[in-house]
């Protein structure tokens, strides 16, 4: 069984830095599973920050956190990594990490139809 773990979440100033951690477990055939991370501010909907494909590494990223936000993987610790710099107030939110089977990195990124989520690790943006 697919298990997600997210961690790296915490408080950080504006214009501060974090990187978060999804790890990995349960995957066969992990060559054909895509890994991305989404978001939740308070009162909005998730949202597709960024993903990537764990076979050849193809990856999407939002217009909100292009230029800032970093995805990549470690296949052999079955880890994603999403690097966030110069985060904003409206990065807050809670991030969850989700793994797509066979599916697209922009198709796993525009939908929340992913069987498997992690239990979200939560990002405040705040001075």
């Known amino acids: 069984q697919v298990q997600l773990v997210e961690s790296g979440g915490g408080l950080v100033q504006p214009g501060g830095s974090l990187r978060l951690s999804c790890a990995a477990s349960?995957?066969?055939?992990?060559?054909?599973?895509?890994i991305g991370w989404f978001r939740q501010a308070p009162g909005k909907e998730r949202e597709g920050v960024s993903c990537?494909?764990?076979?050849?590494?193809?990856?999407y990223i939002a217009d909100s956190v292009k230029g800032r936000f970093t995805i990549s993987r470690d296949n052999a610790q079955n880890t994603v990594y999403l690097q966030m710099n110069s985060l904003k107030f409206e990065d807050t939110g809670v991030y969850y990490c989700?793994?797509?089977?066979?599916?697209?990195?922009?198709?796993?990124?525009?939908?929340?139809?992913?069987?498997?989520w992690g239990q979200g690790t939560q990002v405040t943006v705040s001075s």
């Open positions: 349960g995957f066969t055939l992990a060559d054909y599973y895509a």
């Open positions: 989700a793994a797509g089977f066979r599916t697209p990195v922009q198709d796993l990124c525009g939908s929340l139809a992913s069987s498997y």
């Open positions: 990537i494909h764990l076979y050849d590494g193809d990856t």
